[in-house]
């Protein structure tokens, strides 16, 4: 967890992360905000002319401060950060190009 009631949560002794995890990259969370919505968030990194990534800790100010998350949980990043939306990339993923992965999350219309 990275904010856990509107606090920062993240403990990278207790989650077993090791020091390179927290250098900067491309980054996926989500999280509940404040009233009820669910924020998706990628964060690009690999270009330096458009984005250099984000520690963990900078992502949980992201979703606390600045999107009012009161919980927001990471998921998997550097090239595995891709967000599609209507079939589409909307972001610039890690690598110029969507990762294979083994397993995703998917937010569906109801119907």
Do not use: C
């Amino acid at each position: 967890m990275l904010v856990a009631d509107e606090e920062y949560a993240l403990d990278y002794l207790s989650e077993r992360f090791s020091p390179k995890l927290s250098a900067p990259t491309a980054r996926t969370a989500v999280g509940l905000t404040r009233n009820g919505k669910i924020a998706l968030i990628v964060i690009d990194s690999g270009a330096p002319e458009y984005s250099v990534g984000a520690t963990w800790h900078q992502m949980a100010i992201v979703g606390r401060d600045f999107l009012n998350a009161r919980h927001l949980m990471g998921f998997d990043g550097g090239g595995s950060s891709t967000m599609y939306v209507s079939g589409r990339v909307v972001n610039r993923p890690q690598g110029g190009a969507p990762r294979s992965v083994a397993n995703i999350l998917a937010v569906v219309p109801r119907g």
